[in-house]
C-alpha cells in the first residue's frame, strides 16, 4: 500500500502548530451514496457555521465556506464509488491554530490521474491567480466543462491545498493558520 502525501509546504504537510496538534474541535461527514446537489449546498453551509463557531475572522469563514462549496461539488461530481466525505477540524492551540477541511473520495485511475496533474500545476503555481485567469481562459469556450475548483480555492481564496493518493482513493486537505475563538475551545481528553 503506497501513500502520496503532496505538500506546497517545504517540510511538512501542512503548518500545524507544534505546541498542541491535537483536534480541537472536528465535524465530519460521510455519505454512503452519490451527494446531490442540494446535499453540496447544505454540506458547505454546515461546515461554514462551524468554522464560524470556531473563529472570529468572517473572511476566513467565507473563504473556508467556499472551499467547502467546492471540494463537496467535486465529490458529487468524481466519485467513482459512493463512499465519500468532508470534515473540518480546528488544530494547535488557543493562541496559534490551523483550520483544515479534508474531502475523500474514490476515483477511477484515469481521474486520479488528471487530478493529479491539476493539483501539481496549483502548487508549483508561482501566482496561482495568473494561473486561475489562465485556466478561465481556457474552459471558457467548452460547454459543461469548469475543472476550476481546486485552483479558485488557492487562488480566491488563498488557502494552501495538499493531496494524497492512497489506491484509489483521494485526499485533498486545504488549510490555513487562524487566530481561534478565545474561550471556545476546550481540549479533548
Known sequence: MTVRWVSAQKALSMPVPTTDSRPKAVLTITMSSFPSARVVGAVSRLVSEFCYSLVDDPDIVARFHMA????????????????????????????????????????????????????????????????????????????????LGLIRIRAEGGLNVDYAIEGNELTISVHSSVAPQKGRLQCRQ
Open 68 to 147: 467547502a462549496q467546492e471540494l463537496a461539488e467535486n465529490l458529487a461530481k468524481y466519485s467513482s464509488g459512493p463512499d465519500v466525505s468532508i470534515s473540518a477540524e480546528l488544530l494547535g492551540s488557543d493562541t496559534s491554530a490551523v483550520l483544515r477541511l479534508m474531502a475523500r473520495n474514490r476515483g477511477t485511475p484515469e481521474q486520479l490521474r488528471d487530478v493529479e496533474c491539476r493539483l501539481r500545476e496549483i502548487q508549483s503555481a508561482e501566482d496561482p491567480v495568473e494561473l486561475y485567469d489562465r485556466l478561465i481562459r481556457e474552459v471558457a469556450p467548452l460547454d459543461d466543462v469548469s475543472g
